[in-house]
């Protein structure tokens, strides 16, 4: 399996998915430049996280119009699997591979800590290694995780299971207590129709390690190998 990591002026999570991604596959991902059109051919694009053009304007706005974009798009309409973590799902968002937009955290401050999170789609190549409703813990570090869609959107993103994960309680409980930002839904993870993109805010890549202080994050790689091996 191929990957590669898109690199913007800004990132600061790229070398953290680049460390998880040789973990998992047991090589060392593309790490391909924004400004490079020329993306090539590999059967995994991660856009991380970070402050791509230091937020400025709003996040992932700037970063949605790099050359190499278009291509990701491109390629995730022909099927190609796109994660988007955290600043990866702002920019998703804003070039238009996934619905609605990520607003300021509703408390109005950058929130960092680890957080439990609902699987409720683990019938997708990101997923596969999880199992609905596991209850996992995951870091988030963000300003603007804040889902927000029209009711339609949100309607259509519930009845269709493509709400990847969302924000709970220790037991499993998606509650307002639960969600640290406001996000519609306790929304922490959408997918888009062909279920081969996927954004979400929180970082898997920050606990796929013992090192790190667990490893509920790691499924998310291993099971993209697989089925990217199986698919091959």
């Given at each position: 399996?191929?990957?590669?990591?898109?690199?913007?002026?800004?990132?600061?999570?790229?070398?953290?998915?680049?460390?998880?991604?040789?973990?998992?596959?047991?090589?060392?991902?593309?790490?391909?430049?924004?400004?490079?059109?020329?993306?090539?051919?590999?059967?995994?694009?991660?856009?991380?996280?970070?402050?791509?053009?230091?937020?400025?304007?709003?996040?992932?706005?700037?970063?949605?119009?790099?050359?190499?974009?278009?291509?990701?798009?491109?390629?995730?309409?022909?099927?190609?699997?796109?994660?988007?973590?955290?600043?990866?799902f702002q920019i998703l968002t804003e070039c238009g591979l996934l619905p609605g937009v990520l607003m300021r955290n509703a408390g109005l401050k950058f929130i960092c800590r680890d957080i439990?999170?609902?699987?409720?789609?683990?019938?997708?190549?990101?997923?596969?290694?999880?199992?609905?409703?596991?209850?996992?813990?995951?870091?988030?570090?963000?300003?603007?995780?804040?889902?927000?869609?029209?009711?339609?959107?949100?309607?259509?993103?519930?009845?269709?299971?493509?709400?990847?994960?969302?924000?709970?309680?220790?037991?499993?409980?998606?509650?307002?207590?639960?969600?640290?930002?406001?996000?519609?839904?306790?929304?922490?993870?959408?997918?888009?129709?062909?279920?081969?993109?996927?954004?979400?805010?929180?970082?898997?890549?920050?606990?796929?390690?013992?090192?790190?202080?667990?490893?509920?994050?790691?499924?998310?790689?291993?099971?993209?190998?697989?089925?990217l091996a199986a698919a091959a």
């Amino acid at each position: 399996m191929k990957a590669a990591v898109i690199v913007s002026p800004g990132s600061n999570c790229d070398r953290d998915i680049q460390v998880a991604l040789r973990q998992s596959v047991g090589a060392d991902p593309v790490m391909h430049w924004h400004g490079d059109p020329d993306l090539p051919g590999v059967d995994l694009i991660v856009v991380p996280g970070g402050f791509s053009y230091g937020d400025y304007l709003r996040a992932g706005a700037m970063a949605a119009h790099s050359p190499v974009i278009r291509e990701v798009v491109d390629r995730a309409n022909r099927g190609v699997p796109v994660l988007g973590i955290c600043n990866g799902f702002q920019i998703l968002t804003e070039c238009g591979l996934l619905p609605g937009v990520l607003m300021r955290n509703a408390g109005l401050k950058f929130i960092c800590r680890d957080i439990d999170l609902r699987v409720d789609a683990a019938n997708t190549v990101f997923t596969r290694s999880y199992v609905d409703g596991q209850i996992i813990r995951i870091p988030i570090a963000h300003n603007e995780g804040n889902y927000f869609a029209d009711e339609d959107t949100l309607n259509r993103l519930d009845g269709d299971n493509r709400i990847a994960f969302r924000y709970c309680s220790p037991r499993g409980e998606v509650t307002a207590e639960a969600n640290p930002n406001g996000a519609a839904l306790n929304i922490a993870g959408i997918l888009n129709e062909k279920r081969n993109v996927l954004g979400m805010m929180p970082h898997p890549e920050r606990l796929a390690d013992d090192a790190l202080g667990g490893t509920d994050g790691r499924p998310m790689f291993d099971g993209l190998v697989e089925a990217l091996a199986a698919a091959a």
